[in-house]
């Protein structure tokens, strides 16, 4: 069930001009116009979009009956006892039992030690979210300190690199590999590339230190698969590729070991304790795992991590507060993931909700972000779909306080001379989202971000620009958005736009460090615009069917029927 439905608190504006026609007239010159791959799709209203239809558990999160009751394991009963040693008993019965669910039933269990799942096809499943509530308390020794919650594979035993000898292309099924016969059908395979040498042009020192280096900012492809076929010279994957990439890019396939088949489900999680180096849960090298009906208040630092994981869900939960703010903490985030689905979450007062390290093909629906910003954070991440949220990204009530919550900028990929952090990556999509916010309502950083496209949303922002869009956002789109801009005079303090008197930049969407080739401009509503002009220094080529009102009175409206994200039909 949806959060909200359709409605003029999170929908697209009511435009004069017929949508439909316009964009099929459009697709001839949009940056993913030309031969359809089988990596796009053409979207309820003829714009090409990415094809997010693999997010999420493959099937469905499934029911599994309970094998193993943590009753039987000595669990106590008094809301003081260390329970973890029980429920880590019961957990280890039910992988010897070949998997099943673990029901832990009502009651608050206090947790002195980190819970991890032991193999393949573990549930730890309360008797009831509200009523069956973990209380972490385990004093921890800093960024090591394990998660309440560890659904893991550390260690990858099935690692074999094996290189490319050709481009890979975007849309593509089929690889060809020098040796088929290393692999098997229904293998799980990771394809690796470094950034294309355009995007390393545009990066500032710190940024082409990773590439030089080789560490984790140096990976530009990280893309999830699994194998259908193996023939004599060639392996047909279960999924196109998202990415074009060259011979200069070392192309890479690489087996992985997942751990497959495990939920948590129905139970919270509180700490009651202050401390703030305690994590909520973590999903590391998995596949068709989940988090369901969850809910989780003031864990001391991250909350969800997801790395190195593939088609998980995270859906009907909720997420409430970190008690660390400071940076590289309180991250609801994904790193090296593809194809997860968080769907009908409520996500509030962290730091950010991160994508970033290559993530792709993940979708965000039907949630509540609140007091944190939905931040593709660094090094690539790509092709991922945020739909029908309510993004409220403003810190607090101070809008100079940087001490809580995100950098209140609604959307943000980060500049690609932003030093350690490298931009983002292409194709990543804004459908039909209401977005408040504190400064800039997209800040574009360019570098990889071509062909990024937010269609249908509705901006309402306190202070600064529509947007702030740099070089290498080439062939993006804004397409039938409405911006609020309440103090369009007033930016924020930080070297975000690259010049030392900000003020000097006036107009609703700015290009502060050159004009991005091929964006489109087209069919969005400025309420508030200043009156110095729409653009600056200058429009980009691509302008049609944008209005500038002086006052919020027209209604929201809705895009043409349907939805971008596939996910789960």
């Known amino acids: 069930m949806s959060l909200f439905p359709l409605s003029p608190l999170c929908c697209p504006p009511l435009n004069p001009t017929p949508v439909i026609p316009l964009l099929m007239a459009l ?22 979009y990415p094809l997010f239809v693999y997010a999420g558990v493959p099937g469905g999160i499934p029911e599994i009956p309970v094998a193993v009751r943590a009753s039987d394991f000595g669990l106590p009963g008094d809301g003081k006892s260390d329970a973890s040693p029980a429920i880590q008993a019961a957990l280890d019965a039910a992988a010897e039992a070949g998997g099943g669910a673990v029901l832990l039933p009502k009651g608050r269990y206090p947790i002195d030690q980190a819970l991890h799942f032991p ?3 573990v549930v730890l499943r309360g008797e009831d979210r509200a009523d069956t509530v973990l209380l972490p308390r385990f004093a921890g020794s800093g960024e090591g300190t394990p998660p309440v919650l560890s659904i893991a594979r550390e260690e990858n035993r099935l690692r074999l690199d094996v290189a490319l000898d050709g481009p890979v292309r975007r849309g593509q099924t089929r690889l060809s590999v020098p040796d088929p016969s290393a692999f098997e059908i229904g293998q799980r395979v990771v394809l690796t590339a470094l950034p294309p040498a355009s995007a390393i042009e545009l990066l500032g020192d710190e940024g082409r230190e990773h590439i030089a280096k080789g560490t984790y900012g140096s990976i530009y492809s990280y893309q999830h698969f699994v194998i259908r076929e193996v023939n004599e010279s060639e392996l047909v994957l279960d999924r196109p590729v998202r990415l074009d990439l060259t011979r200069e890019q070392k192309p890479v396939l690489r087996r992985v070991d997942l751990i497959t088949g495990c939920g948590i489900e129905n139970l919270s999680i509180l700490q009651e304790v202050d401390r ?8 590391h090298n998995t596949a068709d795992c989940w988090i369901r009906d969850v809910t989780m208040k003031r864990i001391g630092d991250w909350p969800v991590a997801v790395s190195r994981s593939m088609n998980f869900e995270i859906r009907d939960s909720e997420f409430d507060e970190s008690r660390s703010m400071g940076g590289a903490r309180a991250y609801f985030g994904l790193s090296f993931a593809s194809d997860g689905l968080i769907d009908n979450c409520v996500i509030r007062r962290f730091r950010h909700v991160s994508i970033q390290l290559a993530s792709n093909g993940n979708v965000f629906r039907d949630c509540v972000i609140e007091n944190a ?16 949220c309510l993004l409220d990204a403003t810190p607090g009530p101070d809008p100079d306080e940087r001490s809580r919550g995100s950098y209140g900028f609604g959307i943000y990929l980060p500049d690609h001379r932003g030093g350690g952090h490298n931009p983002g990556g292409p194709r990543n999509t804004f459908f039909n989202n209401r977005v408040i916010s504190t400064w800039d309502g997209i800040a574009l950083g360019g570098g990889a971000t071509f062909e990024s496209i937010f269609a249908y949303n509705v901006f309402d922002i306190a202070h600064s620009t529509a947007a702030v869009i740099k070089p290498g956002s080439d062939r993006s789109l804004l397409f039938g958005n409405t911006f609020l801009l309440r103090d369009p005079h007033r930016r924020r303090a930080g070297g975000f736009y690259g ?18 080739s091929e964006l489109r401009v087209e069919n969005n509503l400025f309420y508030g615009a200043p009156s110095e002009g729409l653009f600056f220094p200058e429009a980009p080529e691509f302008v049609r069917d944008n209005e500038i009102l002086s006052h919020w009175m ?13 996910a789960g039909t």
């Open 27 to 48: 697709l001839t010159s949009f940056g993913m116009a030309g031969t359809p791959l089988e990596a796009d799709m053409e979207g309820p209203d003829g714009i090409r």
């Open 373 to 388: 910003d939905i931040n593709f954070h660094m090094h690539w991440p790509y092709e991922n779909l945020i739909e029908n």
């Open 499 to 516: 010049t030392p008197d900000a003020g000097e930049l006036t107009g609703a969407v700015i290009f502060p460090s050159g004009m991005p």
């Open 276 to 283: 703030r180096n305690i994590h909520g849960i973590r999903l």
């Open 554 to 566: 027209r209604p929201a409206g809705q895009p043409p029927a349907g939805a971008v994200s596939l």
């Open 119 to 121: 193999s393949d096809g």
